[in-house]
């Protein structure tokens, strides 16, 4: 079973375990209903913020999203949250689009934000019946949440492997193992990180040899040696 107060303490985003905290103390405390609540808020937060970085790094299609955030910013509140609300609407689908999730993830986080609005809002349910989440929703929500986004960088999927293909056949390339190792491998998932070393193992840039590979198709500095993050085990 999911240690869910470790990956708590995992959560990427500093300024963002504070929320995820409380939605674990609602959880040990009994209260499914503001555990539920408060992951959904938590899972907006984060793929707003991990957005805002993709964007600041030149990523086109968090634009809009980015736009519509600063613009909410910037707007008396009684305007501010109908923008929100429509960005939140919209959200899943761009952070598929983003590949921060895939379509998995992304169902299983269109769950937690259904149950989310049965529990915020209970009139909505036939015969205004209140809706009462079990416990056991509310663990697999949260560890749903911190699996699949709460606990990874701001990282993407197969777009990440082509940037570090054009990055080594780049012609101003230097190979850089602590820069590599920061951009394309401490902050990608590891089931893109297993493709950025699959990748960097095959490649090589052409008309010139800032890394080599040897016989055994591994990677090489100008020193020789195998990036310790590139060795095969």
Known sequence: MIDLEERVNRVFNP????????????????????????????????????????HEEGESHAKDLVADVERAQGSAESEAIPIMLALEKTLLDTAEKLELIDFT??????????????CAHPSIRPLGELYEPTMEYARAHLAAALE????????????????????????????DTEYLTHTFFD??????????????????????????QDQAGEVRGPDGQVPAQLRRT
């Open 15 to 54: 300024d963002l375990r504070p929320l995820v905290s409380e939605a674990y103390r609602c959880y040990v405390s009994g209260s499914a209903r503001g555990a539920i609540v408060l992951t959904w808020t938590a899972i907006c937060a984060d793929l707003i913020a991990k957005a805002q970085i993709l």
């Open 105 to 118: 993830q992304r169902k299983q986080l269109e769950r937690i934000r259904d149950d989310r609005h049965l």
């Open 148 to 175: 699949a986004v709460l606990i990874h960088p701001p990282s993407q999927g197969r777009k990440i492997v082509d940037s570090f293909l054009k990055h080594v056949v780049d012609p101003g390339f230097v190979y």
């Open 187 to 212: 902050r990608v998932r590891p089931s893109a990180r297993a493709k950025v070393v699959e990748a960097a193992a095959i490649r090589r840039p052409r008309d010139r040899r800032p890394c080599d």
